[in-house]
Every structure is written in C-alpha cells, then in structure tokens.
C-alpha cells in the first residue's frame, strides 16, 4: 500500500528553522520524484522543491532558493526538507508528494504526473 507519512512541523520564530521529514511506503524513492507542496490558509497550492528519483538533483521554487534544501536517505525511504530562515510566508501546510519518475521534477508545481499525496504537516512562523 502506498503512503508518504510527513512529520516535523510546528510553531517557529522567523528566522528560525525547520526539517521536514517524508517517509514513503510502497515504493522506493526510485521510483517516484518527491516534489514537496505548501498551502497556506485563503491561499492556493504552491510547489515549493522537487527531488529527482533519478539523481536525486534538486529543484526549488524562487520564493524559497537560498533558504531551503531538499535532500533523501534512500536506505529509509526518506526525503527531507530542511527550511532555514523562516518567514511568515512561508507557513502552510506542507505536503509531500509522489511524482511519476517519466516527469522527474518536470512541472511538478502544476503537480503534473503526481500520483500520490501525504496528508501534510502544519507550519506556523510567528513570534
């Protein structure tokens, strides 16, 4: 059975830190690109960074170059997202998701080719 577990969001002062992590069961980061999306309340869906299944090259969207870094373990199943320098803008709920390998990051903000979704971990930045 399928399914991508995302942990490790919470409340965070801006400028500081987080990691997010997404556990993927039933298939093998091999075979999916992961990219990762956020929602924030009112507003519509954003693809923030997408790692590759086939070289594990990363890709990020402009609002958060410089700031986050996707990275995977592929012995645990894990894709990672590590968020440095937080904003306000940057809360949402956070959602990893399976790519098709054929897209391979390709348009993965329009979620094209993305077969499977996590149910999302929650992201406040406030003081």
Known sequence: QVQLVESGGGLVQPGGSLRLSC???????????????????????????????????PRYADSVKGRFTISRDNAKNTVYLQMNDLKPEDAGVYYCTAQRSRYDCASYVNARGVDYWGKGTLVTVSS
């Not at 556990?23 to 309340?41: C, E, K, M």
């Open 23 to 57: 556990t993927v069961f039933g298939f093998t980061l091999d075979d999916y690109a992961i990219p990762w999306f956020r929602q924030a309340p009112g507003k519509g869906r954003e693809g923030v960074s997408c790692i590759s299944s086939r070289d594990g090259s």
